[in-house]
């Protein structure tokens, strides 16, 4: 089992930021791609934002493309998702996720990943 430790969320006015952070285990993390989910109260888990295992491609769901940057640096073994201009409607628990396989761009289906975190609350007030 891989253990992913999500951090940086919190409550936040509307128009404000926050960054999460995603650490990951040293021996899985640099050779897989990995993903931001969330899941809002009450709704289905749903895709963020994706990065590959290089950092070279990224992808966005269209509700937070613009706003929201996903990035990673694999001499510290995390992946961050930097969130700006949020608004209530990103309330929400954010997950991230690792690529089912190495080297591979696991995209924005929940099946392509293997491994999940707990979840980092995110809470926007208007």
């Known amino acids: 089992q891989v253990q992913l430790v999500e951090s940086g969320g919190g409550l936040v006015q509307a128009g404000g930021s926050l960054r999460l952070s995603c650490a990951a285990p040293a021996r899985t993390f640099s050779s897989y791609g990995m993903g931001w989910f969330r899941q809002p109260p009450g709704k289905e888990r749903e895709f963020v934002a994706v990065?590959?295992?290089?950092?070279?491609?990224?992808g966005y769901a269209d509700s937070v493309k613009g706003r929201f940057t996903i990035s990673r640096d694999n001499a510290k073994n995390t992946i961050y998702l930097q969130m700006n201009s949020l608004k209530p409607e990103d309330t929400a628990d954010y997950y991230c996720?690792?690529?089912?396989?190495?080297?591979?761009?696991?995209?924005?289906?929940?099946?392509?990943?293997?491994?999940w975190g707990q979840g980092t609350q995110v809470t926007v007030s208007s």
């Open positions: 990065i590959s295992w290089s950092g070279g491609n990224t």
């Open positions: 996720a690792v690529g089912a396989g190495a080297y591979y761009y696991p995209g924005s289906r929940t099946e392509n990943y293997k491994y």
